[in-house]
């Protein structure tokens, strides 16, 4: 496939009709200028979600939804009330609806009329395609979000499953500062967001984002979240980018929570369960079952820093013992027990519904990823700083074989193998595992330390965050070579890439998935092209998945 010409408009072009700008097109974008948003289905029904800008202490909305995008098959009329409290946004679940149908909704206050949004319900029974796309790491300071315009215009996409960093919570005179002032995109507020003022801004800031609007407008949303949603590399007891002097971690998280609560088109949470328990199981009819991990707040323990073991590995030997003894030690958790209870269970109900497919929404990279010998191939490092919170010394970490990163599955090999246990013990050894995280695009295979497959990964990248090759300073000649090192000497790579932003279509019938990798031009302006890099088919057979 040919780079294709797109351009992000000021209406919503490409959409159906009714999702067009209107003559009160100046007020509709004062009041309603975050566009509009749906997400978290169930079989019969759907949120709906929206934020009013006005100057009012309370203000009072009408959410209209139709089965027809002119208005004229009306399903429901609600009012609701919103004020400073929950920052004006609005959110409505709307229920009684039918199975795996097509609804459109809208928004009014006297003065305005939202654009209109186009919404759908989970599939019953038998179903014979799903479209997805996966998204992750949109950075508002890296430039527009052009690939979730191109998620709004995809006619083969039906749902976005968001793996998390959905916002970014550095300061404006950090990561990507000179591209941000370029842009006219510094973060807002200014300064690292700590407080619940400072989180709600910057959900607002990304939201105004024009290809996001389209995006929420066109497609519900299934989300999970990873670290920048707080900050990065969260662990139960606190972060590695909290500090004393920005007050207790428990607020800081808190409040994270409550904006992402507010300005997401997600349910709150059930009798019991905290807003950190985030995790949900959707049953897309007879054909899949898709279960999201919360794998940062709940029951992850604190991460392992290379920066605290590189003086004492000099040598293989060395770096086995670090591994076996360190990185494997049973106990380090991932995951709560009440995470994992849910999984096993939706895994288990989807086996005995006999569902063809068992999908992992999961933040971070689950695939043994141990480096190569970069360095025997001729690869030294730039002199070029890294990514905050990473140290990406592939050379080093090569030398010794160690794995790519220690935020991700690999940093918890304990946690992983005991998954993976708990996993065949109910005959779950087929799962197709949708990551995000590592700003680049994965095909892996998926195996126990004993060598038994447990499905495949398929890993985005991101939307605008810039792959670690290219932004530690390799250049670019180099920055693909080490792609092509890490598929010819990583046995559970079968392909990877982290040359471009974008995001990865999957179609999901009964017999097989077909991946498509589609790669944005540019970021710099809201004219791109589009490109399908890479394609895939992930098979399954009776009690296992691969690729064809």
């Given at each position: 496939?040919?780079?294709?010409r797109r351009e992000?408009?000021g209406?919503m072009?490409?959409?159906?009709?009714?999702?067009?700008?209107?003559?009160?097109?100046?007020?509709r974008?004062?009041?309603?200028?975050?566009?509009?948003?749906?997400?978290?289905?169930?079989?019969?029904?759907?949120?709906?979600?929206?934020?009013?800008?006005?100057?009012?202490?309370?203000?009072?909305?009408?959410?209209?939804?139709?089965?027809?995008?002119?208005?004229k098959?009306?399903i429901s009329?609600?009012?609701?009330?919103?004020?400073?409290?929950?920052?004006?946004?609005?959110k409505r679940?709307i229920?009684?609806?039918?199975?795996?149908?097509?609804?459109?909704?809208?928004?009014?206050?006297?003065?305005?009329?939202?654009i209109?949004?186009r919404?759908?319900?989970?599939p019953?029974?038998?179903?014979d395609?799903?479209?997805?796309?996966?998204?992750?790491c949109?950075?508002?300071?890296?430039?527009?979000?052009?690939?979730?315009?191109?998620?709004?215009?995809?006619?083969?996409?039906?749902?976005?499953?968001h793996?998390?960093?959905?916002?970014?919570?550095?300061?404006?005179?950090?990561?990507?500062?000179?591209?941000?002032?370029?842009?006219?995109?510094v973060?807002?507020p200014?300064?690292?967001?700590?407080?619940?003022?400072?989180?709600?801004?910057?959900?607002?800031?990304?939201?105004?984002?024009?290809?996001?609007?389209?995006?929420h407008?066109?497609h519900?949303l299934?989300?999970?979240w990873?670290?920048?949603?707080?900050?990065n590399?969260?662990?139960?007891?606190?972060?590695?980018?909290?500090?004393?002097?920005?007050?207790?971690?428990?607020?800081?998280?808190s409040?994270s929570l409550?904006a992402?609560?507010?300005?997401?088109?997600?349910?709150?949470?059930?009798?019991?369960?905290?807003?950190?328990?985030f995790?949900?199981?959707?049953?897309?009819?007879?054909l899949?079952?898709?279960v999201t991990i919360e794998?940062?707040?709940?029951?992850?323990d604190?991460?392992?820093?290379?920066n605290e073991?590189?003086?004492?590995?000099?040598?293989?030997?060395?770096a086995?013992?670090?591994?076996?003894?360190?990185?494997?030690?049973?106990?380090?958790?991932?995951?709560?027990?009440?995470m994992?209870d849910?999984?096993?269970?939706s895994?288990e109900?989807?086996?005995?519904?006999?569902r063809?497919?068992?999908?992992l929404g999961?933040?971070?990279?689950m695939?043994?990823?141990?480096?190569?010998?970069?360095?025997?191939?001729?690869?030294?490092?730039?002199?070029?700083?890294?990514?905050?919170?990473?140290?990406?010394?592939?050379?080093?970490?090569?030398?010794?074989?160690?794995?790519?990163?220690?935020?991700?599955?690999?940093g918890?090999w304990?946690?992983r193998?005991e998954?993976?246990?708990?996993c065949?013990?109910?005959?779950?050894?087929?799962?197709?595992?949708?990551?995000?995280?590592?700003?680049?695009?994965?095909?892996?295979?998926?195996?126990?330390d004993?060598?038994?497959?447990?499905?495949?990964?398929?890993?985005?990248?991101?939307?605008?965050?810039?792959?670690?090759?290219?932004e530690?300073?390799?250049?670019?000649?180099?920055a693909?070579?080490?792609?092509?090192?890490?598929?010819?000497g990583?046995?559970?790579v079968?392909?990877?890439?982290?040359?471009?932003?974008?995001?990865?279509?999957?179609?999901?019938?009964?017999?097989?998935?077909?991946?498509?990798?589609?790669?944005?031009?540019?970021?710099?302006?809201?004219?791109?092209e589009?490109?399908v890099?890479?394609?895939?088919t992930?098979?399954?057979?009776?009690?296992s998945?691969g690729?064809?």
């Amino acid at each position: 496939m040919k780079w294709q010409r797109r351009e992000v408009l000021g209406g919503m072009a490409g959409l159906p009709a009714a999702l067009a700008m209107s003559s009160q097109a100046s007020v509709r974008d004062k009041v309603f200028k975050h566009g509009v948003a749906s997400g978290d289905p169930t079989h019969d029904s759907v949120v709906i979600w929206t934020r009013v800008t006005t100057d009012q202490n309370e203000i009072a909305v009408t959410l209209e939804v139709a089965a027809d995008e002119r208005f004229k098959q009306m399903i429901s009329t609600s009012r609701v009330r919103t004020n400073a409290t929950r920052d004006f946004t609005v959110k409505r679940i709307i229920e009684g609806l039918r199975p795996g149908e097509v609804y459109f909704y809208r928004f009014k206050t006297n003065d305005a009329v939202s654009i209109t949004g186009r919404t759908r319900t989970l599939p019953v029974g038998a179903t014979d395609k799903i479209g997805l796309a996966l998204a992750s790491c949109s950075n508002y300071v890296f430039g527009f979000f052009n690939a979730y315009d191109a998620i709004a215009d995809d006619k083969d996409v039906q749902f976005v499953l968001h793996t998390g960093d959905y916002i970014y919570e550095y300061g404006a005179d950090s990561w990507g500062s000179e591209t941000a002032k370029a842009l006219n995109r510094v973060h807002s507020p200014a300064g690292e967001i700590i407080t619940l003022s400072d989180y709600r801004t910057r959900h607002a800031q990304y939201k105004s984002d024009r290809g996001s609007i389209r995006m929420h407008a066109a497609h519900p949303l299934l989300c999970l979240w990873d670290d920048h949603e707080s900050t990065n590399n969260p662990w139960h007891g606190g972060a590695q980018n909290h500090q004393p002097d920005e007050g207790p971690w428990e607020d800081r998280r808190s409040a994270s929570l409550q904006a992402y609560y507010e300005w997401m088109p997600i349910r709150e949470p059930h009798t019991g369960r905290s807003r950190a328990e985030f995790w949900r199981h959707y049953r897309f009819g007879d054909l899949a079952s898709l279960v999201t991990i919360e794998s940062r707040h709940t029951g992850r323990d604190l991460q392992i820093d290379y920066n605290e073991w590189t003086s004492r590995i000099n040598s293989r030997a060395d770096a086995e013992k670090f591994q076996r003894e360190v990185l494997a030690e049973p106990g380090r958790r991932m995951l709560s027990d009440d995470m994992t209870d849910f999984l096993l269970e939706s895994l288990e109900e989807s086996i005995s519904e006999g569902r063809r497919w068992r999908i992992l929404g999961n933040a971070i990279p689950m695939a043994k990823i141990k480096v190569p010998d970069v360095a025997s191939e001729g690869i030294e490092m730039p002199d070029k700083g890294s990514v905050p919170g990473v140290r990406a010394d592939v050379v080093w970490k090569g030398k010794f074989n160690l794995p790519f990163y220690l935020d991700t599955w690999d940093g918890y090999w304990w946690a992983r193998e005991e998954l993976y246990r708990q996993c065949r013990e109910i005959g779950a050894t087929d799962l197709l595992v949708l990551s995000g995280d590592s700003h680049s695009f994965w095909a892996n295979e998926l195996y126990t330390d004993e060598g038994n497959a447990m499905g495949v990964e398929i890993g985005t990248a991101g939307i605008s965050s810039p792959g670690d090759f290219v932004e530690t300073g390799f250049s670019l000649a180099d920055a693909k070579r080490l792609d092509e090192l890490f598929i010819e000497g990583v046995p559970s790579v079968r392909w990877t890439s982290n040359m471009y932003q974008g995001y990865v279509r999957l179609v999901i019938r009964p017999e097989s998935t077909s991946v498509d990798y589609i790669a944005v031009s540019t970021l710099l302006k809201p004219v791109y092209e589009t490109e399908v890099i890479h394609s895939e088919t992930v098979h399954r057979w009776q009690e296992s998945l691969g690729f064809a």
